[in-house]
């Protein structure tokens, strides 16, 4: 890990060396991970993936919902967030390394993991679609399904709300009932 650090702090421009740390932070990555012998990060999320939400038997047929108890952040990120992660990364560090100096980066955010909207930088996650074509059709499908049944986890959320809400109306409805009325 300090190799990887000491080479982020001489970085330049040199484009060789910038993929090669980036190469570098990867492989780090995949090893935090424990997915031992992959050096990309996108490899390294398919696989456990894989590991996990595998079919145990070839003439099973995959559950949809198994996905639903899913946490992605179990996952490394994306080579694409992990490479705006490393632009920050990288442009903090070179405020950091020349903080002397009076102008301490000869960088600009917006080049380097941020984007300016409203006057305020944002952190900028990643290039590309969010989610790969074919999941996205899959999850909207999943949704098309769910939402032609008639009631919904939401529908039936809400109908809870109300047997909630009659509840605490017949309870206050006691606050205006006047004990005076009998005499």
């Given at each position: 890990?300090?190799?990887?650090?000491?080479?982020?702090?001489?970085?330049?421009?040199?484009?060789?060396?910038?993929?090669?740390?980036?190469?570098?932070?990867?492989?780090?990555?995949?090893?935090?991970?424990?997915?031992?012998?992959?050096?990309?990060?996108?490899a390294?999320?398919?696989?456990?993936?894989?590991?996990?939400?595998?079919?145990?038997?070839?003439?099973?047929?995959?559950?949809?919902?198994?996905?639903?108890?899913?946490?992605?952040?179990?996952?490394?990120?994306c080579?694409?967030?992990?490479?705006?992660?490393?632009?920050?990364?990288?442009?903090?560090?070179?405020?950091?390394n020349?903080?002397?100096?009076?102008r301490?980066?000869?960088?600009?955010?917006?080049?380097?993991?941020?984007?300016?909207?409203?006057?305020?930088?944002?952190?900028?996650?990643?290039?590309?679609?969010?989610?790969?074509?074919?999941?996205?059709?899959?999850?909207?499908?999943?949704?098309?399904?769910?939402?032609?049944?008639?009631?919904?986890?939401?529908?039936?959320?809400?109908?809870?709300?109300?047997?909630?809400?009659?509840?605490?109306?017949?309870?206050?409805?006691?606050?205006?009932?006047?004990?005076?009325?009998?005499?």
């Amino acid at each position: 890990m300090l190799r990887h650090m000491h080479n982020l702090k001489n970085y330049d421009s040199n484009v060789w060396l910038y993929t090669d740390i980036f190469n570098q932070i990867q492989k780090f990555i995949c090893e935090i991970y424990n997915v031992s012998g992959i050096i990309d990060v996108d490899a390294a999320r398919l696989q456990l993936f894989l590991n996990n939400y595998t079919v145990s038997d070839i003439n099973e047929e995959f559950n949809p919902k198994n996905l639903k108890n899913f946490d992605a952040s179990n996952l490394p990120p994306c080579k694409t967030e992990l490479f705006q992660q490393f632009l920050r990364a990288n442009y903090i560090t070179s405020i950091w390394n020349n903080a002397n100096e009076k102008r301490p980066s000869t960088f600009t955010p917006e080049n380097n993991g941020w984007t300016f909207e409203d006057n305020q930088y944002h952190f900028y996650w990643f290039d590309g679609d969010q989610l790969p074509g074919l999941v996205s059709e899959s999850l909207q499908e999943s949704e098309d399904a769910t939402s032609n049944n008639n009631i919904t986890s939401d529908d039936e959320d809400d109908d809870l709300s109300g047997q909630y809400r009659d509840v605490l109306n017949d309870e206050n409805s006691n606050d205006y009932y006047d004990d005076d009325e009998d005499g």
